[in-house]
């Protein structure tokens, strides 16, 4: 079993930054394919954010974020991060950390293609 925690949410101003965490307890992401970020706004559906291979370089961004936000891993640290920089009200949402265990051929994007979720960390961006 695999447990993910997120952190550093909050509330900032539009234009601000935030940096995001993921931590892995447990079963570690080593033997995993692919971590992600999805977010949910009030009122609308959870939707992709961005995803990166555990092994390899290839990152992957919804068009909203890209040239924005940046995501990485710490292989050694077992943690996954989101850089968000420039940020907007639109940006308001509760993120969630994602883990995929399996090398699933479902599009990095689709939410079933992962096994294990955080709680999710609520973002604030005020204008």
């Known amino acids: 079993q695999v447990q993910l925690v997120e952190s550093g949410g909050g509330l900032v101003q539009a234009g601000g930054s935030l940096r995001l965490s993921c931590a892995a307890s447990?079963?570690?992401?080593?033997?995993?394919?692919?971590a992600a970020w999805f977010r949910q706004a009030p009122g609308k559906e959870r939707e992709f954010v961005a995803a990166?291979?555990?092994?390899?370089?290839?990152?992957y961004y919804t068009d909203s974020v890209r040239g924005r936000f940046a995501i990485s891993r710490d292989r050694a640290k077992n943690t996954v991060y989101l850089q968000m920089n420039s940020l907007e009200p639109e940006d308001t949402a509760v993120y969630y950390c994602a883990v995929d265990k399996n090398a699933s051929s479902r599009p990095y994007y689709v939410e079933s293609r992962y096994d294990y979720w955080g709680q999710g960390t609520q973002v604030t961006v005020s204008s």
């Open positions: 990166i291979q555990w092994i390899g370089s290839s990152q």
């Open positions: 447990g079963r570690t992401f080593g033997s995993y394919a692919m």
